[in-house]
DNA sequence: TAATTGGTTCTCTTTTAGGAAAACCAAAAT
DNA sequence: ATTTTGGTTTTCCTAAAAGAGAACCAATTA
């Protein structure tokens, strides 16, 4: 792993930039390229040399929004954590943003009975954002037919 | 403007929660619901009781990520702000965040040889997002022509 | 039963972000 | 030439976030 310290450093910075915490960013980003894409509690302590709190609520908080999940191997009860690549930006999570963000255009659109160009532009943006959420779940099933498509090959 | 206080309260919440800073996200209902959707400086210093750095902050940050944008009218110096519905999120700034999170996954991948399951799921989200930065002008180029129809019938 | 392991939670400190207040500045008006 | 207008920039303060360190706790092991 400490060859990818800079690496890490460096990707890091963009997941920081997409709103992870310094901790957060740099956990997920060892847990992809750490052996077996796991890794233990113990061993992201040692590798950052930060507390255990530190890890703790990262790993916490990237749990909570589906992008790590933890096992247990063999009933022992120490976890491997692992990034959780199908979960992440699931379906729900974007429909939930697309959905929180037309519903207010559209309220304003109403609250604001002007009927003018304005009015026009809120709705088409609506529109979009409507579009949007009807098109990306058929984008999302084309996508699972090229990845079974794939499982089949092999 | 008084009667929207409790409804530009509300929205706020939504847009700060997608990361607007608290007079950012302010500004930005406050201009949608204003007298021809658009407002002076002073206005909004005035109507929220903050100072004038908040609002210029504010409009500055809602400027750069192209939010809002000011004009003058008749060579006047004061500016009127508006938001700015069509560039928003403009399919650059989309392409941009999905294009630095595949980059990510696939340089992960290569780092990382080792032909194993995760890299067939880093490979799968790293097409998923490629399918999306192609996907989606394609929605943009039909979203388009619904409007272009709109303003025909006009 | 005591000690160890694998964390979590609590309290305290440090850092950062957001905003206030005042100084500042360029353009326009007087 | 001075004042006013329409902001911007700078400095400072406060509050919130991130993390350290220690205490804690439940499961396991000795």
Redesign the interface.
């Known amino acids: 792993m400490e060859k990818?310290r800079e690496?890490i450093e460096q990707?890091s910075a963009?997941?920081e930039?997409?709103?992870l915490t310094p901790v957060a960013a740099r956990v997920f980003?060892y847990l992809?390229?750490s052996e077996e894409?796991q890794a233990t509690f113990e061993q992201m302590v040692d590798y950052f040399g930060v507390s255990k709190s530190a890890v703790s609520n990262a790993l916490k908080m990237l749990e909570s929004v589906k992008m790590v999940d933890a096992k247990t191997i063999g009933g022992q009860r120490k976890r491997y954590f692992s990034v959780n690549?199908?979960n992440?930006f699931s379906e729900d999570y974007l429909a939930t943003?697309i959905k929180?963000?037309y519903?207010?255009l559209d309220?304003?659109r109403t609250?604001?009975k002007a009927d003018?160009d304005?009015n026009?532009?809120?709705e088409?943006?609506s529109?979009?954002y409507k579009?949007?959420l009807f098109?990306i779940p058929l984008?999302?099933e084309?996508?699972k037919r090229?990845?079974a498509l794939?499982q089949q090959r092999k």
Chains 1, 2 share one sequence.
Request: aromatic content about 10%; hydrophobic content about 45%.
């Open positions: 990818y690496k990707h963009t997941m930039s997409m709103g980003i992809m390229l894409h690549m199908k992440m943003r929180q963000f519903t207010i309220d304003i609250t604001r003018d304005f026009g532009e809120l088409d943006i529109g979009l579009m949007m098109e984008i999302l084309r996508w090229t990845i794939k």
